[in-house]
């Protein structure tokens, strides 16, 4: 593949919630869940980035993230899961789909997040990225990422193959896509039936209209257990079955057939042999266990590890108490209110583990930079990761605190990976600011930090201001423990 695979579209947030049932309600007669075990995991486009990247392909996410907990959450997953996200500003809220579940079965699907918020503009850097891929899969939810015009355009002058799978309440396709992928349900709704026609007459005629109508190179409309209905150049349509039978979770089953079909092609696959892979992958899927037992390992979800509570305190107004400025719910607070003004957002990030002047005269030239400053802090695990089993010396709740303290900090935000790059796809900062004394000396320094990347896919910069010499976490630690051994 000459490039990576770009997934482009609405990512939601999906939470299973597992439990037993063994009353109904005192006031209802509805059954009482009490739940067991909740998991979190990437919907919609980013589900269909996560089976992409599982796959072994280098994977893109273009998709809108919300400034709130649920937006957080999600950067986390898909950079768990290999996933290098693009994000896009999104007003409004994070959407998301709650499964009840009892013994595997589904009792309940609660939705939340409300009307659809306007997705931001893409920078140059996602439209360069969608120029260079291998392959673009469109997994429109129909909530507003497939209509953004300048994304529509990229995606119209592209040279790579493009797969698009629809909504019916999204755009129609950009004409000219290599492969379409709707299933029975949204062919009907997009393309009424005749009275009194088959199944395979029906599914034939709406994707022959719809190849029709969206000027695609080919349409193929799946069909649950029974596989899939190919339309491409010609009047006889291609019915490509199943392995076998397959009974299971179908939740997940069309992300998981236009991911294989769009690594299929960036192969180099033709279309017809796409979709046999296609089917055979969804099947097995279903077959497999569905959602739960598909997404790989690194997931925490697919650990089988509870949906932990955000790292946010309750939120409060800025300048009062170091609680309030702590957590994912003090950054998105602040986010909000920084934006809407139109101001700039810093951030920069560390261990923090034994405050010094050194970090102070950082943190302060930070501040300069713009109109809030939010710290990213890496956890006591994170830490320990990365420094040996002897650190942090301070816990990330008083780290926390004492960073909340200062005047030139706003918001302090906890992560637990080795690097920030999940935290800062979710805050977007304008700027990202380091501390070095290397900052001083030739050349492009800028070019050395490995979040200059990061910041490029929305258009924010990297900077880097002088250290104070002299002062070191390690150093003031040595110098300690060598007091002590006097």
């Known amino acids: 593949m000459r490039g990576p695979v770009v997934v482009l579209g609405d990512t939601l947030l999906d939470r299973d919630v597992e439990g037993v049932v063994n009353r109904l309600c005192p006031d209802s007669p509805v059954p009482v869940l009490d739940e067991t075990v909740a998991t979190d995991r990437p919907g919609g486009a980013g589900l269909a980035a996560v089976f992409a990247a599982a796959q072994g392909a280098e994977v893109v996410l273009v998709t809108a993230l919300a400034d709130d907990s649920g937006g957080a959450r999600l950067s986390a997953l898909l950079a768990a899961a290999g996933v290098q996200v693009y994000p896009l500003a999104l007003s409004g809220a994070t959407p998301e789909k709650i499964r009840l579940r009892a013994r595997g079965r589904v009792l309940l699907r609660h939705d939340r997040g409300g009307v659809s918020g306007e997705p931001g503009q893409p920078s140059d850097e996602v439209l360069r990225v969608i120029a260079e891929a291998s392959a673009v899969l469109v997994s429109d939810y129909g909530r507003g990422v497939a209509r953004e015009p300048a994304l529509r355009a990229a995606l119209a002058a ?8 629809p909504h019916p309440r999204g755009p129609a396709a950009v004409p000219g896509v290599h492969l379409a992928t709707p299933n029975e349900s949204e062919v009907r709704e997009l393309v009424p039936a005749l009275p009194g026609a088959s199944r395979l007459a ?33 009047s006889t349509p291609l019915v490509v079955p199943t392995p076998g039978s397959a009974e299971g979770d179908t939740c997940g089953a069309g992300d998981r057939f236009a991911a294989a079909a769009s690594v299929a092609l960036a192969q180099g696959a033709l279309v017809s042999e796409a979709v046999q892979v296609a089917v055979a992958e969804a099947s097995a899927y279903v077959a497999g266990g569905g959602v739960a037992a598909a997404l790989p390992p690194s997931t925490p979800a697919a650990r089988g590890r509870s949906a932990p509570e955000p790292r946010a305190l309750q939120p409060g107004p800025r300048g009062g108490a170091m609680a309030d400025r702590v957590g994912v719910a003090a950054v998105a607070t602040l986010l909000s209110e920084v934006r809407a003004a139109g101001g700039t957002v810093v951030a920069t990030g560390g261990c923090f583990d034994l405050l010094h002047a050194g970090h102070v005269a950082t943190l302060e030239a930070a501040r300069q930079l713009g109109d809030c400053l939010i710290v990213c802090l890496n956890s006591d695990a994170s830490v320990a990761g990365l420094k040996g089993p002897d650190r942090p010396v301070q816990s990330e709740g008083d780290r926390s605190r004492l960073l909340a303290a200062l005047s030139c900090v706003d918001a302090v935000l906890v992560f637990d990976e080795p690097t920030p790059q999940a935290a800062l796809s979710w805050v977007r900062p304008d700027v990202w600011v380091k501390g070095g004394d290397y900052a001083t000396g030739g050349g492009d320094a800028s070019a050395a930090l490995p979040e200059a990347e990061v910041l490029r896919r929305w258009g924010g910069n990297t900077v880097v201001v002088p250290y104070l010499d002299g002062r070191s976490t390690t150093d003031l630690i040595v110098r300690t423990l060598a007091e002590r051994t006097r």
């Open 158 to 165: 592209t040279r790579a193959p493009v797969v698009w799978d």
């Open 202 to 234: 029906t599914a034939s005629r709406g994707a022959q209209g719809l190849r029709r109508r969206w000027r695609a190179g080919a349409v193929a409309v799946t069909l649950g257990g029974d596989g899939a209905l190919l339309c491409h150049a010609g």
